[in-house]
T-cell receptor
Framework: NAGVTQTPKFRILKIGQSMTLQCAQDMNHNYMYWYRQDPGMGLKLIYYSVGAGITDKGEVPNGYNVSRSTTEDFPLRLELAAPSQTSVYFC????????????????FGNGTRLTVT | KQEVTQIPAALSVPEGENLVLNCSFTDSAIYNLQWFRQDPGKGLTSLLLIQSSQREQTSGRLNASLDKSSGRSTLYIAASQPGDSATYLCAVRPETGANNLFFGTGTRLTVIP
């Protein structure tokens, strides 16, 4: 039962480099999210998707891009990495179900720890 | 803007004690509140989700309550065990902009054997 899988677990980038954080879920969830977690701060939403082909900005989208070509995958792209993007990144998913989709719990991956120097 | 606060930031208790973790939020227009557990270097695991129409939810030794009108939730852990040591976070899903959950900064719990 894999759930939400994130790769890589750790990455160090130089300023100006780019990379893609991978996220895949095998629960057939329509909703997927990217959060970042900074020390002493609550998680902040970067982007989210309500289904394949549909994405939207969250609270802190600047410097990031996403795509959702399949239900399973939701990669997060960093272009021109900056030190301010040093953080732990979490991908999450939730189902729509028969009840209100908003009352479905979120399932998280184990995170990607990114350092930009 | 919704703000979620968790106090205390850290808590140490001896094994076997019952304990309460607190979560407060500023805007009562919410769909639900979730409690999560986060172990070091790991993702968040959903423990309990309380819908806005509910007063409490229980799972094993865990009981979460919600007082929406006062903007408060508590997570009660009975007969604490060393394996309960983790950071506990609460998050609210607002009625407006419901795709964005607002998270607290968590309470780091240590249960001493």
């Amino acid at each position: 039962n894999a759930g939400v899988t994130q790769t890589p677990k750790f990455r160090i980038l130089k300023i100006g480099q780019s990379m893609t954080l991978q996220c895949a879920q095998d629960m057939n969830h329509n909703y997927m999210y990217w959060y970042r977690q900074d020390p002493g701060m609550g998680l902040k939403l970067i982007y989210y998707s309500v289904g394949a082909g549909i994405t939207d900005k969250g609270e802190v989208p600047n410097g990031y891009n996403v795509s959702r070509s399949t239900t399973e995958d939701f990669p997060l792209r960093l272009e021109l990495a900056a030190p301010s993007q040093t953080s732990v990144y979490f991908c999450a998913s939730s189902s729509t179900g028969t009840a209100s989709s908003y009352n479905s719990p979120l399932h998280f991956g184990n995170g990607t720890r990114l350092t930009v120097t | 803007k919704q703000e979620v606060t968790q106090i205390p930031a850290a808590l140490s208790v001896p094994e076997g004690e019952n304990l309460v973790l607190n979560c407060s939020f500023t805007d009562s227009a919410i769909y639900n509140l979730q409690w999560f557990r986060q172990d070091p270097g790991k993702g968040l695991t959903s423990l309990l989700l309380i819908q806005s129409s509910q007063r409490e939810q229980t799972s094993g030794r865990l009981n979460a309550s919600l007082d929406k009108s006062s903007g408060r939730s508590t997570l009660y852990i009975a007969a604490s065990q060393p394996g309960d040591s983790a950071t506990y976070l609460c998050a609210v899903r607002p009625e407006t902009g419901a795709n964005n959950l607002f998270f607290g900064t968590g309470t780091r719990l240590t249960v001493i054997p």
